[in-house]
T-cell receptor, first 112, second 116 residues
Framework: KQEVTQIPAALSVPEGENLVLNCSFTDSAIYNLQWFRQDPGKGLTSLLLIQSSQREQTSGRLNASLDKSSGRSTLYIAASQPGDSATYLC???????????FGKGTRLSVIA | ETGVTQTPRHLVMGMTNKKSLKCEQH?????MYWYKQSAKKPLELMFVYNFKEQTENNSVPSRFSPECPNSSHLFLHLHTLQPEDSALYLC???????????????FGPGTRLTVL
């Protein structure tokens, strides 16, 4: 059974810092890995999707890497801003199926 | 409207009530999902529909009843719920990718459900 773990559970940084969020998964047979952002009480916004054949994806100040063999992904946020404050979720599809298995998320606070 | 919409955004119901949650996707996708997000727990998959056919029921109690009349609409019918069913219910949609696997899932804003 696929399990997704995210570390740390919460993170507080001053504005301008670069930071890394970690995600690990137990079954490396994945189609892709997706990073989401969730603001309090809101739905999820897709940030990046990395296919299993890729090693990284970039969107603006965000860079996500994938090491399938070790079951790990990182989300790098450069020059953090208060508007980046949210919960960041990592998810992978169930092998052989389409639903996503989510981690519990990392709650990020960027202090101005 | 664009993307994935959900109504209502907030719902308070008693344990004996019957209510329905609605989800609509305007993206032309072929798969739709219901997820439950409880406090301090990971998002949990409830149901999956591919091309209007239910392909996954993740051991969800029968007091939750999904309905997918067409590929753009998804309902979650609720009856005789328990207070522990209070949660954020999220709908999502996706299109099967060219690799045969899932493409990006797009989520609605969710319905915040409180069961008294």
């Amino acid at each position: 059974k696929q399990e997704v773990t995210q570390i740390p559970a919460a993170l507080s940084v001053p504005e301008g810092e670069n930071l890394v969020l970690n995600c690990s998964f137990t079954d490396s047979a994945i189609y892709n890995l997706q990073w989401f952002r969730q603001d309090p009480g809101k739905g999820l916004t897709s940030l990046l999707l990395i296919q299993s054949s890729q090693r990284e994806q970039t969107s603006g100040r965000l860079n996500a890497s994938l090491d399938k063999s070790s079951g790990r992904s990182t989300l790098y946020i450069a020059a953090s801003q208060p508007g980046d404050s949210a919960t960041y979720l990592c998810a992978v599809p169930v092998p052989g199926n389409t639903p996503l298995v989510f981690g519990k998320g990392t709650r990020l606070s960027v202090i101005a | 409207e664009t993307g994935v919409t959900q109504t209502p955004r907030h719902l308070v119901m008693g344990m004996t009530n019957k209510k329905s949650l609605k989800c609509e996707q305007h993206l032309g996708h072929n798969a739709m999902y219901w997820y439950k997000q409880s406090a301090k727990k990971p998002l949990e998959l409830m149901f999956v529909y591919n091309f209007k056919e239910q392909t996954e029921n993740n051991s969800v109690p029968s007091r939750f009843s999904p309905e997918c009349p067409n590929s753009s609409h998804l309902f979650l019918h609720l009856h005789t719920l328990q207070p522990e069913d209070s949660a954020l219910y999220l709908c999502a949609s996706s299109q099967t990718g060219t690799s045969g696997g899932p493409d990006t899932q797009y989520f609605g804003p969710g319905t915040r459900l409180t069961v008294l």
